[in-house]
């Protein structure tokens, strides 16, 4: 799979990518808050350096250089467990130098990124605080969050706010699907990076994910057939 | 030295030959490989445990801001601030027995369990609005959810035992389908940014604009 995505990489091929909603969203989100002259809420999770914390710094990437262009204010809460706090910094790194990069390095403060607690529902209680009191436009909650995002999703609904979420496990989709406006979806998140750049290569890499997914749906029936006429050839070769 | 830190193809680089450190071991023996990551990881806890430091002082400065200000809501900042001040004081007379348990037991652990029960409000609100029969689809996710939920509350599920196959047959089949489906996505997605990250073709991670790059 590594060496697709580095072939997809080095080609450049310009592949057709189905469009994300709640991709697309956020330029309308961010765009709408600074139309209401409301500040964007924007959160990459309460988790270390997984995955799902690195998508969502490349979405609060996305979205600072989208505040920095707007004039809107970003606010980007911090903290929720030990292992954030390492993310803290790069994240601070990460806005600062998208303000600096649009030109608007006076604009950036770091007031903006507050630390709420290392607790969780300390933290949350910072996060649904500041929102009931800024009541921004939009709220855009990604990389790893527990059980606290559906405080997040509902209050951001209560005031108002255009939501867009990502849910990193699936109990957590499941109800993030019924309380926000556009949620992510799987692969979604860590693909977002490569959907919102303009760079054709890293755009192809996503085709690789649209190939595996459909390699997967292939295995699974060749399975169900296999295993339904009694053959558990597949079931074997899944299970080492 | 900064200037040198600070080059952003040298961030790149550091990162793919730290993870390589770490990666590696799985699949080769190499005794010095296995040392070398195990430092490696020592290291990061220990970096780890100074950012705890920045955070504190960061939370410092901007209570200090409201405070000096006197914004709205400044006196919960001040309050804040003695608070943090106290149970770094108490920490440091045993984080095992003493006054920082009994903040711990007494006050921050009844807090955090009644904001989780708040959740259930959350998620009744959020039930009310979102199952509404407006399509067939809101139909079918109406009409499962009454089951699931029928059968998991303890008078109904008691007295009303047909809920009962019917809310595990969607539990153990459209649900956990559903949910592999969403771990094999998941995987996949993670394993192609995993590939872009090392490729030093995701820089915002790093901070790092592509401008810059």
């Known amino acids: 799979m590594a060496a697709l995505v580095y072939y997809y990489i080095k080609t450049k091929k310009v592949v057709h990518i189905r469009r994300v909603p709640g991709l697309d969203a956020i330029e309308e989100a961010v765009g709408r808050s600074a139309e209401m002259g409301k500040p964007v809420i924007c959160s990459f999770g309460i988790g270390g350096f997984t995955y799902w914390t690195l998508a969502g710094l490349a979405i609060l990437s996305h979205v600072a250089h989208l505040t920095a262009k707007t004039g809107s204010r970003l606010i980007v809460p911090t903290g929720g467990g030990d292992q954030a706090l390492i993310v803290r910094p790069v994240a601070e790194e990460i806005v600062k130098t998208a303000y600096t990069m649009e030109g608007v390095e006076d604009q950036y403060t770091p007031d903006d990124l507050p630390f709420y607690s290392g607790q969780q529902y300390a933290y949350i209680g910072g996060y649904v605080g500041v929102m009931q009191r800024v009541r921004p436009g939009s709220v855009i909650m990604t990389g790893s969050h527990a059980s606290e995002a559906m405080n997040i999703a509902e209050t951001s609904n209560t005031v108002g706010a255009i939501t867009i979420t990502s849910g990193s496990y699936i109990s957590n989709v499941a109800a993030l699907a019924c309380a926000s406006d556009y949620i992510l979806i799987g692969e979604e998140a860590p693909a977002a990076g490569a959907y919102l750049s303009d760079d054709p290569a890293q755009r192809a890499s996503i085709r690789v994910q649209d190939l595996f997914k459909w390699l997967a749906i292939a295995v699974m029936i060749l399975g169900l057939a296999a295993r339904s006429l009694g053959n558990d050839l597949m079931l074997r070769l899944l299970a080492t | ?213």
């Open chain 2, 1 to 213: 030295m900064a200037e040198i830190l600070k080059n952003k193809q040298l961030q790149i680089i550091v990162m793919a030959l730290s993870f390589l450190f770490v990666f590696l071991p799985y699949f080769l023996n190499v005794p010095q490989l296995n040392t070398a990551s195990t430092k490696l990881v020592t290291i990061c806890s220990i970096v780890t445990a100074f950012t705890v430091a920045l955070a504190v002082i960061a939370q410092f400065r901007r209570g200090m801001n409201i405070i000096n200000r006197r914004s709205r809501g400044w006196y919960f900042k001040a309050y804040m601030l003695v608070t943090l001040v106290l149970m770094l004081g108490f920490s440091l007379m045993g984080r095992d027995s003493g006054p920082y348990q009994w903040v711990m037991f007494a006050v921050v652990n009844p807090l955090s369990s009644v904001n989780y029960g708040i959740l259930a409000f959350y998620m009744a609100s959020t039930a009310a609005r979102a199952f509404r029969a407006r399509n067939t689809k809101a139909l079918m996710l109406l009409v499962s959810g009454f089951i699931v939920l029928m059968y998991q509350a303890p008078l109904t599920g008691a007295y009303f035992t047909g809920f009962e196959p019917i809310s595990i047959y969607l539990g153990s089949t459209f649900s956990m389908a559903a949910g592999r489906m969403f771990l094999i996505s998941v995987t996949v997605g993670a394993i192609v940014f995993g590939v872009r990250v090392i490729l030093g073709k995701e820089p915002s991670v790093l901070g790092i604009s592509k401008e810059e790059k």
